[in-house]
């Protein structure tokens, strides 16, 4: 019979800290994944990689700023950092469906996969460092005579902040 395992003492995670870190990576994929299928679903593969690319060079400015900045220091605050990716936003009609959406969708199922490729470092960078980005159709106003790093898509990217 196998002995049952002790994981909490008064509500405190008692299991090994590599437990903790495996959750976190995960959590840090879905997240990602979320992103990814929210922002850029429809803009394949490489438009997928290149927003997770520019979550990433956030996390890296963040890292060479002491390990802060405005809009965060981890994946899963650069993702949900209000008003930075649309689909986070609650009054977004992309958010319900972000909550909803698994991996039975073909386009979520690879924004899974993208973003284990991220979480791990495997990803390459077609953004040229970007950390920021808007959609063709709009005119935000930090992107006035700025130089486009890349245009990938229907996004156009900008390294606004050296890493």
Not at 44 to 73: C, F, P, T
Not at 85 to 107: E, I
Not at 118 to 141: E, F, K, N, Q, R
Request: glycine share 8%; with cysteine.
């Amino acid at each position: 019979m196998k002995k049952p395992t002790l994981t909490a003492i008064g509500g405190l995670d008692v299991r090994p800290r590599a437990d903790a870190e495996e959750f976190y990576q995960a959590l840090e994929i879905d997240v990602l994944a979320r992103t990814l299928w929210g922002e850029a679903r429809s803009e394949g593969h490489i438009g997928m990689e290149a927003v997770a690319s520019v979550v990433l060079n956030r996390v890296k400015v963040a890292q060479g700023h002491g390990g802060k900045y405005w809009w965060g220091s981890n994946i899963i605050q650069v993702c949900q950092k209000p008003y930075q990716f649309s689909c986070w936003n609650r009054s977004d009609p992309n958010f319900q469906k972000l909550q909803a959406v698994d991996n039975k969708n073909l386009y979520f199922a690879t924004a899974l996969r993208i973003a284990r490729r991220a979480v791990i470092g495997a990803l390459p960078d077609h953004t040229g460092g970007a950390t920021h980005y808007h959609t063709d159709y709009a005119s935000p106003y930090w992107a006035r005579g700025q130089e486009p790093s890349a245009v990938i898509g229907r996004h156009i990217f900008y390294k606004l902040i050296k890493t």
